[in-house]
């Protein structure tokens, strides 16, 4: 979303201003929203750092990608319950509901036996943080006019510096010191402190007015779900979930099992579950890439599957493949998020004066430079710095694409239904985040049981994240052309 003009694009957010996101009518609202995301990104990029430690401790290789998956997949009931329960009852609940699970699940992980504790534990995680961004988002588009929005996408883009500076550093540590369960079990007291500053502002957004909001068209009748204004259900919310845990148990069993009069079948039928259930959840048009908010929720999960794809791999690339210390690993995950958090800034700047299909496109082309150099890092002549300067790059570029893909959103959103296309495009963003995590993992897992090297199977998933890449750069012709908001809003 494009501020004004220039002049008030230059001023920094903090500004203070009556009109501004710290103006006292907004202050709570925002400072909630920040420290709650920087309690979300505190948790996945620790969970990111220590993950080839815990692995070697619970001997679980096998369902590596699964911690980061099974988080994803619960996250998709999260989204369409939030999704659903923003627009009909206001943002407070979903939002209190998130936290208590997300604190349940960090306590199950904490205190997991084996791996595929540590999985479930992930999941309920999941389906509490899923909450999270569909009532940020929804809470954006009914409280600041368009001037603020690009802001506030870049606010909540910076919560994730601090995290991104000691993050990664802490919990290596920590898990050195203390052991990685206590990763887990230390974030559990943070729950309740950073969840209390936001819901005293959502409780006053209260449930939105009657109309469009409530889901009725122009003749008082209530849109089939699905359809723009229609509403999401959580029926679905499981299917779409239960699909693509089909999917990624199906090409496990297939790949690292050897399995394939299991693994077949179960491919096959994620795959026909998740068509079903995606056609009535996402807009119209999404699979066939209509321009509008079709083209731009699609282009989502593209953008994530790429980027995520090999993000989970990034740190197994340095610890396993390469023998350098878990604190090395760390660099990377910081260096790359605090790229996402320039790069957030720069199309904060440029969302005026770019369209936000060109933004986009630039973003995948650095995504594309950055997994380039994740494989040349696989060599073992090539110093590690290389891999923390390509993931660096990757991360500016996410920064460049991410918010963008939102605010174009906001802009193609049916007015009043902001939880509605919010949560359609959060869905595709976490199957695009699970199944680029799901099936990198499954070539690492078939890797391994074919005896090849490691450093073969991540090859496999970078190579798989750069394909997805490629198609997101192709299928961005689709995505609307102009600026992230109409020009009335930047007049």
């Known amino acids: 979303m494009s501020p004004p003009s220039t002049r008030e694009q230059a001023q920094p957010a903090s500004a203070g201003s009556a009109g501004g996101l710290w103006a006292p009518q907004r202050r709570a609202l925002t400072t909630g929203l920040v420290l709650t995301i920087t309690f979300v990104a505190s948790e996945a990029l620790a969970v990111v750092t220590i993950m080839p430690v815990v692995a070697r401790e619970l001997g679980g290789l096998r369902l590596y990608g699964w911690v980061f998956s099974a988080f994803m997949l619960g996250s998709v009931f999260g989204i369409v319950a939030a999704g659903r329960l923003a627009d009909r009852r206001g943002p407070a609940i979903p939002y209190v509901g998130g936290l208590v699970l997300f604190g349940a699940g960090l306590a199950i992980a904490g205190l997991a036996p084996a791996m595929l504790i540590l999985v479930i534990g992930r999941a309920l995680q999941g389906i509490g943080a899923g909450a999270i961004p569909a009532v940020a988002y929804a809470a954006i588009g009914r409280t600041l006019p368009g001037r603020l929005r690009a802001r506030m996408m870049a606010v909540l883009s910076t919560a994730w510096v601090v995290p991104g500076v000691v993050g990664p550093a802490l919990s290596a540590a920590v898990a050195s010191l203390a052991g990685w369960r206590w990763v887990f079990l230390g974030l559990l007291p943070l729950v309740a402190v950073t969840g209390s500053f936001a819901i005293p502002s959502l409780l006053r957004l209260g449930a939105p007015g009657p109309g469009p909001a409530d889901g009725e068209g122009a003749?008082?009748?209530?849109?089939?779900?699905?359809?723009?204004?229609?509403?999401?259900?959580?029926?679905?919310?499981?299917?779409?979930?239960?699909?693509?845990?089909?999917?990624?148990?199906?090409?496990?069993?297939?790949?690292?099992?050897?399995?394939l009069l299991l693994g077949v079948p179960l491919l096959l039928a994620g795959g026909v579950l998740g068509w079903l259930v995606l056609r009535r959840l996402l807009p119209p048009g999404t699979f066939r890439l209509r321009r509008g908010l079709p083209a731009i929720v699609l282009s989502r999960g593209m953008l994530t599957f790429a980027f995520f794809g090999a993000d989970a791999y990034v740190p197994l690339t340095i610890t396993t493949v390469r023998h350098h210390s878990t604190a090395l690993a760390g660099a990377a995950v910081t260096g790359a998020t605090l790229a996402w958090t320039a790069g957030s800034w720069v199309q904060a700047r440029l969302n005026d004066k770019w369209p936000g299909r060109r933004l986009i496109r630039l973003g995948l082309v650095i995504i594309l430079a950055g997994l380039a150099g994740m494989l040349l890092a696989l060599r073992p002549g090539v110093p590690v710095a290389e891999a923390i300067a390509a993931w660096t790059a990757g991360g500016f570029g996410m920064g460049l694409g991410y918010s963008p893909i939102t605010l174009l959103m906001l802009r193609e959103a049916p007015p009043g239904r902001e939880g509605w296309a919010s949560a359609s495009l959060n869905l595709c963003d976490v199957l695009g985040t699970a199944l680029g995590v799901g099936i990198g993992g499954a070539a690492v897992a078939a890797g391994t049981a074919a005896g090849w090297p490691l450093s073969a199977g991540v090859s496999v998933a970078f190579a798989i994240a750069m394909a997805m890449a490629v198609l997101a750069l192709i299928a961005s012709v689709r995505l609307p052309a102009g600026l992230t908001v109409p020009e009335r809003a930047v007049s």
Do not use: C, K, M, Y
């Not at 699909?243 to 990624?248: E, I, P």
């Not at 496990?252 to 399995?259: C, F, K, L, M, V």
């Open 219 to 259: 003749a008082g009748q209530r849109p089939a779900s699905g359809q723009p204004g229609g509403e999401h259900r959580l029926s679905d919310g499981i299917g779409a979930a239960a699909g693509a845990a089909l999917v990624l148990a199906g090409l496990t069993e297939a790949g690292s099992s050897r399995n």
